[in-house]
Protein backbone atom coordinates (compact mmCIF):
# COMPACT_ATOMS: atom_id res chain seq x y z
CA UNK A 1 0.00 0.00 0.00
CA UNK A 2 3.42 2.42 0.60
CA UNK A 3 4.37 1.86 -2.58
CA UNK A 4 1.24 1.98 -4.39
CA UNK A 5 0.32 5.48 -2.58
CA UNK A 6 4.19 6.71 -3.33
CA UNK A 7 3.82 5.63 -7.12
CA UNK A 8 0.61 7.63 -7.23
CA UNK A 9 2.36 10.41 -5.99
CA UNK A 10 4.98 10.48 -8.26
CA UNK A 11 3.77 9.51 -11.76
CA UNK A 12 -0.03 10.63 -11.29
CA UNK A 13 -1.39 13.47 -13.94
CA UNK A 14 -3.82 15.33 -12.89
CA UNK A 15 -3.95 17.29 -15.29
CA UNK A 16 -4.53 14.86 -18.54
CA UNK A 17 -6.07 11.63 -16.06
CA UNK A 18 -3.42 9.34 -16.74
CA UNK A 19 -0.24 8.25 -15.59
CA UNK A 20 2.95 9.72 -16.67
CA UNK A 21 5.50 6.90 -18.92
CA UNK A 22 8.73 8.04 -16.95
CA UNK A 23 10.36 10.83 -15.08
CA UNK A 24 13.44 13.17 -17.09
CA UNK A 25 16.59 13.25 -16.26
CA UNK A 26 15.38 16.51 -14.37
CA UNK A 27 12.60 14.48 -12.96
CA UNK A 28 10.06 15.75 -14.96
CA UNK A 29 6.93 14.04 -16.15
CA UNK A 30 7.09 12.47 -19.48
CA UNK A 31 3.21 13.06 -20.50
CA UNK A 32 3.17 10.80 -23.34
CA UNK A 33 -0.02 8.52 -23.46
CA UNK A 34 1.00 4.75 -23.85
CA UNK A 35 0.15 1.11 -23.22
CA UNK A 36 2.02 1.18 -20.46
CA UNK A 37 -0.98 1.88 -18.58
CA UNK A 38 -2.32 -1.48 -19.18
CA UNK A 39 0.73 -3.09 -17.55
CA UNK A 40 0.13 -0.91 -14.24
CA UNK A 41 -3.29 -2.43 -14.19
CA UNK A 42 -1.42 -5.73 -14.68
CA UNK A 43 0.90 -5.11 -11.45
CA UNK A 44 -1.88 -3.80 -9.10
CA UNK A 45 0.14 -0.77 -8.26
CA UNK A 46 -3.03 1.34 -9.41
CA UNK A 47 -5.43 2.58 -6.63
CA UNK A 48 -9.14 1.85 -7.43
CA UNK A 49 -10.06 4.59 -7.57
CA UNK A 50 -7.80 5.39 -10.87
CA UNK A 51 -8.74 2.37 -12.67
CA UNK A 52 -12.16 3.51 -14.29
CA UNK A 53 -9.88 5.89 -16.03
CA UNK A 54 -7.67 3.88 -16.96
CA UNK A 55 -9.89 1.38 -18.26
CA UNK A 56 -11.62 3.90 -20.36
CA UNK A 57 -8.28 5.28 -22.08
CA UNK A 58 -7.37 1.46 -23.01
CA UNK A 59 -10.66 1.01 -25.50
CA UNK A 60 -10.96 4.77 -26.60
CA UNK A 61 -9.85 5.67 -29.85
CA UNK A 62 -6.88 6.98 -29.03
CA UNK A 63 -4.83 3.91 -27.47
CA UNK A 64 -7.21 1.00 -29.40
CA UNK A 65 -7.26 0.66 -33.26
CA UNK A 66 -9.82 -2.07 -33.50
CA UNK A 67 -7.30 -4.55 -33.78
CA UNK A 68 -5.38 -3.84 -30.44
CA UNK A 69 -3.56 -1.87 -28.18
CA UNK A 70 -1.22 1.43 -29.71
CA UNK A 71 2.36 1.57 -27.84
CA UNK A 72 1.57 5.56 -28.21
CA UNK A 73 -1.52 7.61 -28.44
CA UNK A 74 -3.05 8.19 -31.98
CA UNK A 75 -3.16 12.04 -30.88
CA UNK A 76 0.54 12.03 -29.92
CA UNK A 77 2.91 14.40 -31.54
CA UNK A 78 5.23 11.86 -32.52
CA UNK A 79 2.78 8.78 -33.30
CA UNK A 80 3.35 7.20 -36.23
CA UNK A 81 1.52 3.69 -37.04
CA UNK A 82 4.50 2.14 -38.14
CA UNK A 83 6.78 3.21 -35.65
CA UNK A 84 7.97 0.03 -33.44
CA UNK A 85 7.69 1.93 -29.82
CA UNK A 86 5.12 5.02 -31.29
CA UNK A 87 2.38 3.35 -32.20
CA UNK A 88 2.40 -0.13 -33.42
CA UNK A 89 0.64 -2.64 -31.75
CA UNK A 90 2.36 -5.40 -30.00
CA UNK A 91 -0.46 -8.33 -29.56
CA UNK A 92 1.48 -9.51 -26.27
CA UNK A 93 0.96 -5.86 -25.05
CA UNK A 94 -2.59 -5.87 -25.21
CA UNK A 95 -2.67 -9.46 -23.56
CA UNK A 96 -0.88 -7.66 -20.82
CA UNK A 97 -3.37 -4.61 -20.93
CA UNK A 98 -6.48 -7.52 -21.22
CA UNK A 99 -4.79 -9.41 -18.05
CA UNK A 100 -4.85 -6.14 -16.20
CA UNK A 101 -8.32 -5.18 -16.98
CA UNK A 102 -9.32 -8.56 -15.89
CA UNK A 103 -7.72 -8.32 -12.15
CA UNK A 104 -9.77 -5.45 -11.53
CA UNK A 105 -12.80 -6.61 -13.37
CA UNK A 106 -13.16 -4.65 -15.92
CA UNK A 107 -15.25 -7.72 -18.31
CA UNK A 108 -16.62 -5.68 -21.12
CA UNK A 109 -13.66 -4.23 -21.57
CA UNK A 110 -11.53 -7.35 -21.65
CA UNK A 111 -13.69 -8.77 -23.75
CA UNK A 112 -13.56 -5.58 -26.37
CA UNK A 113 -9.53 -5.64 -26.15
CA UNK A 114 -9.47 -9.86 -26.80
CA UNK A 115 -12.12 -9.76 -29.57
CA UNK A 116 -9.91 -7.32 -31.37
CA UNK A 117 -6.67 -9.26 -31.14
CA UNK A 118 -8.26 -12.77 -32.14
CA UNK A 119 -10.30 -11.15 -35.16
CA UNK A 120 -6.78 -9.89 -36.06
CA UNK A 121 -4.90 -13.21 -35.89
CA UNK A 122 -7.53 -13.89 -38.54
CA UNK A 123 -5.48 -12.29 -40.96
CA UNK A 124 -2.37 -14.51 -40.17
CA UNK A 125 -3.78 -17.91 -40.29
CA UNK A 126 -4.48 -17.91 -36.67
CA UNK A 127 -0.81 -17.10 -35.61
CA UNK A 128 -0.46 -13.92 -34.06
CA UNK A 129 3.04 -11.57 -35.41
CA UNK A 130 5.47 -9.81 -33.03
CA UNK A 131 3.63 -6.70 -34.23
CA UNK A 132 1.56 -4.88 -36.75
CA UNK A 133 0.30 -1.13 -37.54
CA UNK A 134 -1.56 0.68 -35.42
CA UNK A 135 -3.89 2.24 -38.29
CA UNK A 136 -7.58 1.84 -37.41
CA UNK A 137 -9.57 -0.39 -37.76
CA UNK A 138 -12.24 1.47 -39.44
CA UNK A 139 -9.82 2.94 -41.80
CA UNK A 140 -8.36 0.16 -43.24
CA UNK A 141 -10.57 -2.77 -42.39
CA UNK A 142 -7.55 -5.08 -42.29
CA UNK A 143 -4.42 -5.07 -39.69
CA UNK A 144 -1.46 -3.59 -41.73
CA UNK A 145 1.94 -6.04 -41.52
CA UNK A 146 4.91 -4.21 -39.94
CA UNK A 147 7.74 -4.62 -42.77
CA UNK A 148 10.04 -6.22 -39.98
CA UNK A 149 7.80 -8.33 -38.01
CA UNK A 150 8.63 -11.67 -36.67
CA UNK A 151 6.41 -14.66 -37.01
CA UNK A 152 6.15 -16.59 -35.09
CA UNK A 153 7.66 -14.83 -32.04
CA UNK A 154 7.72 -15.69 -28.67
CA UNK A 155 5.82 -12.95 -27.16
CA UNK A 156 3.27 -13.20 -29.34
CA UNK A 157 2.86 -16.81 -29.17
CA UNK A 158 2.15 -16.14 -25.66
CA UNK A 159 -0.05 -13.79 -26.01
CA UNK A 160 -3.29 -16.29 -26.67
CA UNK A 161 -2.64 -17.87 -23.92
CA UNK A 162 -2.85 -15.04 -21.35
CA UNK A 163 -6.27 -13.83 -23.45
CA UNK A 164 -7.90 -17.29 -22.36
CA UNK A 165 -6.79 -17.14 -18.72
CA UNK A 166 -8.43 -13.80 -18.24
CA UNK A 167 -11.49 -14.59 -20.15
CA UNK A 168 -11.73 -17.90 -18.07
CA UNK A 169 -10.41 -15.70 -14.78
CA UNK A 170 -7.89 -18.78 -13.23
CA UNK A 171 -6.63 -17.34 -10.39
CA UNK A 172 -4.41 -20.99 -9.38
CA UNK A 173 -3.17 -20.85 -5.66
CA UNK A 174 -0.89 -24.42 -6.39
CA UNK A 175 0.65 -23.97 -2.36
CA UNK A 176 -2.35 -23.87 -0.90
CA UNK A 177 -4.48 -26.63 -3.31
CA UNK A 178 -7.07 -23.82 -4.19
CA UNK A 179 -8.28 -22.87 -8.22
CA UNK A 180 -10.93 -19.34 -8.35
CA UNK A 181 -12.60 -19.16 -11.78
CA UNK A 182 -13.91 -15.64 -12.43
CA UNK A 183 -15.57 -16.28 -16.25
CA UNK A 184 -15.92 -13.30 -18.77
CA UNK A 185 -16.09 -15.45 -21.81
CA UNK A 186 -17.92 -13.69 -24.48
CA UNK A 187 -21.44 -15.62 -25.33
CA UNK A 188 -20.83 -16.27 -29.35
CA UNK A 189 -17.52 -17.77 -28.35
CA UNK A 190 -19.20 -20.59 -27.33
CA UNK A 191 -18.21 -23.26 -25.07
CA UNK A 192 -14.28 -22.52 -24.03
CA UNK A 193 -12.23 -25.88 -22.69
CA UNK A 194 -8.99 -26.19 -20.97
CA UNK A 195 -7.99 -29.72 -20.52
CA UNK A 196 -5.63 -31.82 -18.70
CA UNK A 197 -4.52 -28.34 -16.69
CA UNK A 198 -2.03 -29.05 -13.62
CA UNK A 199 -2.14 -27.37 -10.25
CA UNK A 200 -0.26 -28.19 -7.69
CA UNK A 201 -0.59 -31.97 -7.15
CA UNK A 202 -3.92 -32.12 -9.23
CA UNK A 203 -4.79 -31.77 -13.09
CA UNK A 204 -8.08 -30.44 -14.00
CA UNK A 205 -10.49 -29.92 -16.89
CA UNK A 206 -12.16 -26.71 -17.09
CA UNK A 207 -14.89 -25.92 -19.70
CA UNK A 208 -16.59 -22.60 -19.23
CA UNK A 209 -20.07 -21.59 -21.10
CA UNK A 210 -20.17 -17.33 -20.66
CA UNK A 211 -19.95 -16.75 -17.36
CA UNK A 212 -20.65 -20.89 -16.11
CA UNK A 213 -17.87 -23.09 -15.30
CA UNK A 214 -17.32 -26.26 -14.51
CA UNK A 215 -14.40 -28.15 -13.40
CA UNK A 216 -13.41 -31.80 -13.12
CA UNK A 217 -10.43 -32.83 -10.99
CA UNK A 218 -9.06 -35.83 -12.68
CA UNK A 219 -6.25 -36.38 -10.21
CA UNK A 220 -5.32 -35.36 -6.75
CA UNK A 221 -7.15 -32.78 -4.59
CA UNK A 222 -8.19 -28.71 -5.07
CA UNK A 223 -10.59 -26.52 -3.33
CA UNK A 224 -12.40 -24.78 -6.23
CA UNK A 225 -14.38 -21.33 -6.39
CA UNK A 226 -16.19 -20.12 -9.13
CA UNK A 227 -17.22 -16.55 -8.94
Known sequence: VALQQQFDDVF???DVGWYAVGLDRDKQAITSLTSNIGH????GIVPPGRAQRLAELLVGDRLFSGWGVRTLSSHAAGYN????????VWPH???IAIAGLARYGFDAEVQ??????????SFSGGRLPELFGGFDR???GVPV?????????????????LIVRSLIGLLPDAPNGRLVLR?????DFGRLAVLDLPIGNAVVDIRVDGREATVDVKHGNLDIAVH
Open 12 to 14: WLD
Open 40 to 43: LLWT
Open 81 to 88: PLSYHCGS
Open 93 to 95: DTA
Open 112 to 121: QLSRGLLDAS
Open 138 to 140: SDV
Open 145 to 161: PYPASCSPQAWAAASPL
Open 183 to 187: PRVPE
